[in-house]
Nanobody, 125 residues
């Protein structure tokens, strides 16, 4: 049973950067396909990015391509989401989620059995 923990969320000014982290306190995250999702207040959850167990990466937000970078640190058993040039519309709670390692990436949240509690990102001047 995975226990995902996100961190790195913060209050930042527009144009700033953040690196969100996702680790699991149980089994190795390296064997799983991991996705990042976000949900703004009053809006539906949306898929942000995903990395599969082979290291292939996908970014689902059209306006996020070039600003969002997902990566995996095998040694640290962690998955990161780097967000640059933050905008106010990036404000929301960011969640990492995992699905079995043989699974392909998907932006559909229901395809991920395991979820963390999320980390809050607020972009404001």
């Amino acid at each position: 049973q995975l226990q995902l923990v996100e961190s790195g969320g913060d209050l930042v000014q527009p144009g700033g950067s953040l690196r969100l982290s996702c680790v699991d306190s149980g089994f190795t995250l390296n064997n799983y396909t991991v996705g990042w999702f976000r949900q703004a207040t009053g809006k539906d959850r949306e898929g942000v990015s995903c990395i599969n167990f082979r290291g292939g990466t996908f970014t689902y937000l059209d306006f996020g391509k070039g600003r969002f970078t997902i990566s995996r640190d095998i040694a640290k058993n962690a998955v990161y989401l780097q967000i640059n040039s933050l905008k106010s519309e990036d404000t929301g709670r960011y969640y990492c989620a995992a699905r079995p390692g043989f699974s392909s990436c998907t932006s559909v949240g229901s395809g991920y059995p395991w979820w963390g509690q999320g980390t809050q990102v607020t972009v404001s001047s």
